[in-house]
C-alpha cells in the first residue's frame, strides 16, 4: 500500500520540491500551504505521515502538533518538524510538543527521505508478538498497548518503540548512543538529546501508575530498565 505523507508548508518551491522527491520514491503527497488547509486535509484516510513547517499562515506549526495530540483518532500519526529555526531550544520544545523528529533547512532531499523512513520504521507496529510482562506493567505487541495494572497507557509511537526495547532488555544499562541507535536507527542523525526529551515523555506517562521509577538514569552511563528499585 502507497504511504501518504502529507506535506504542511507554506513556500511554494519547498513544498513543491518536497512532494517531487516523495512521489519519485513511492510515496503519495498531499500539499497544504497553511494551518486551515492542513486542518481541513485531516480526514479519514489519515496521512501515514505529517511533514510539518514550524512557521505557517493562520497559526503555527506547534499549534497544530498540539491539536493532533489532543485528538485520539490523529495523536497516532507521527510527525517531522521542518523549519529553519536550528536551535537547541526550538528543537526540544518540537520534540516535547509530541514531533517524533525534526529536520532543520536547508536539508538535503536524501536527508529527509532517510529521516521518513527511520520514522515509519520505528513507529510501525513491532513484529515479535509475546507480550513483556514486569509487575503490573504489560506491553503486548500483538495488539500495540501498554497497560499498567490493566489500565491502557496513551503513548506516542517512539515513546512506544523505547519503552518495547527497554522491556526487551530488562537490568542493563544503555547509552545515549547505544538507544539512539536501537530505537533510531543507525543511518540518520539525531541528537544525544532527543534520547532525554522521550525519556522524560515515556517516563511521563509511566509516572501516574508508579511504573516510573523503572526507568532508571544510570549517572555517567545512560538508562537502565529494572524493577529494582
Do not use: C
Not at 162 to 183: A, C, D, G, K, T
Amino acid at each position: 500500500m502507497i504511504k501518504r505523507i502529507l506535506v504542511v508548508e507554506d513556500e511554494a518551491p519547498i513544498r513543491e520540491m518536497i512532494s517531487l522527491v516523495l512521489e519519485q520514491h513511492g510515496y503519495l503527497a498531499i500539499e497544504a500551504l497553511d494551518f486551515t488547509t492542513a486542518q481541513s486535509l485531516l480526514i479519514e484516510p489519515f496521512p501515514d505521515l505529517i511533514l510539518l513547517d514550524w512557521m505557517l499562515p493562520g497559526g503555527s506549526g506547534i499549534q497544530l502538533l498540539k491539536y493532533l495530540k489532543r485528538d485520539p483518532l490523529m495523536k497516532a500519526i507521527p510527525v517531522v518538524m521542518l523549519t529553519a529555526r536550528g536551535e537547541e531550544e526550538d528543537r526540544v520544545q518540537g520534540l516535547e510538543s509530541g514531533a517524533d523528529d525534526y529536520v532543520t533547512k536547508p536539508f538535503s532531499p536524501k536527508e529527509l527521505l532517510a529521516r521518513i523512513k527511520a520514522v515509519m520504521r520505528r513507529t510501525s507496529p513491532m513484529t515479535e508478538h509475546e507480550a513483556l510482562v514486569f509487575d503490573g506493567l504489560t506491553l503486548d505487541p500483538s495488539s500495540h498497548r501498554v497497560m499498567a495494572d490493566d489500565k491502557p497507557l496513551d503513548m506516542g509511537p517512539t515513546e512506544y518503540k523505547l519503552l518495547h526495547f527497554f522491556m526487551s532488555h530488562p537490568e542493563r544499562v544503555y547509552s545515549r548512543e547505544q538507544l539512539l541507535n536501537q530505537v533510531w536507527g543507525t543511518n540518520v542523525y539525531v541528537e544525544d538529546r532527543t534520547v532525554d526529551v522521550f525519556i522524560r515523555r515515556l517516563r511521563k506517562t509511566l509516572e501516574d501508575s508508579g511504573y516510573d521509577k523503572m526507568l532508571q538514569t544510570v549517572r555517567g552511563s545512560g538508562y537502565r530498565f529494572s524493577t529494582r528499585f
